[in-house]
């Protein structure tokens, strides 16, 4: 695991998007795997830069996301849908049949999660793979629990996740109980993991994943037994780092 502390976001949002920017310039059809919320995007503005800069092309690269938010269409401004095509996907020359999202207006939950393992197994493997931290620890919509899911799977969001969602909605109410998420058998299989942690806020669970015990309570501590995972976080996360 490999560690870098910034001193503040927009360089790390920078070096975020330049990991993925150089993968993709030597790998043009490289297999991205994506995250929405608030950690993701400053990185895709330099994405989307890069792009209308014309240092990078995006044709021929696919990419999955994380999760879905269960019950809002794809049109709803906050569906993650909406917000990849809003943030990343309308500015860049990527082939729309090349993106991917769980669909969360599905009426067959179970059959929807069994096509989104079939969409991710026909990608191949992942190469990159960007995650935020939920504050309880999560990654993807993968809760704390007694057991975690290794395939897509429906998750109730716990009290906490749908109060820090809260401030992108009117009003708790609007905040879907529900989402689809990736499992962490597929998380964990993609070849780089990129977890970017922004904010004091998160400074004692990112503390928990990458030094406390490896724990289901903690599903970002599975990350301590993947073979390459690129940390970066800002100096209100880990202001010992910054600090010497
Ligand atoms: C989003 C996702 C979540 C978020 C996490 C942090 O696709 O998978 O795990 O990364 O909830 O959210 P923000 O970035 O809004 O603090």
Redesign the pocket.
């Known amino acids: 695991m490999i560690l870098h502390c910034f001193k503040n976001a927009a360089e790390l949002d920078k070096v975020a998007a330049d990991f993925m920017l150089a993968l993709v310039r030597a790998k043009p059809n490289a297999v991205l795997g ?8 400053g990185a895709y503005q330099h994405m989307v830069q890069a792009y209308q800069q014309g240092t990078v092309s995006f044709s021929q690269v696919k990419t999955v ?3 879905e938010y269960v019950g809002l269409a794809v049109d709803h401004p906050e569906s ?1 849908r909406q917000f990849m095509q809003t943030q990343l996907f309308n500015h860049i020359d990527i082939k729309p049949e090349n993106t991917h999202v769980p669909n969360g207006m599905a009426t067959d939950i179970a059959a929807e999660c069994r096509r989104y393992d079939d969409v991710l197994s026909q990608q191949g493997t992942v190469d990159m793979q960007f ?5 309880n620890g ?5 809760e704390p629990n007694d057991s975690l899911s290794r395939f897509t799977h429906q998750v109730t969001l716990q009290p906490e ?1 749908r109060l ?2 809260q401030r ?1 909605f009117n009003s708790l109410d609007e905040v879907p109980t529900h989402a689809l ?1 990736m499992g962490m058998g597929s998380i964990l299989h993609a070849k780089t993991i990129l977890l ?1 942690v ?2 004091a806020s ?1 400074a004692a669970i990112l503390d928990r994943a990458l030094n406390g015990p490896i724990t289901t309570q903690v599903p970002a501590s599975l990350l301590q037994m993947h073979p390459r995972v690129i940390v970066l976080t800002d100096c209100d996360v880990s202001y010992k780092c910054c600090n010497g």
């Open positions: 994506l995250a929405t919320g608030s950690t993701p995007v996301n994380l999760d993650y995650l935020g931290l939920g504050l999560h990654i993807g919509f993968n996740t820090a969602n992108f998420s970017v922004k904010g998160k």
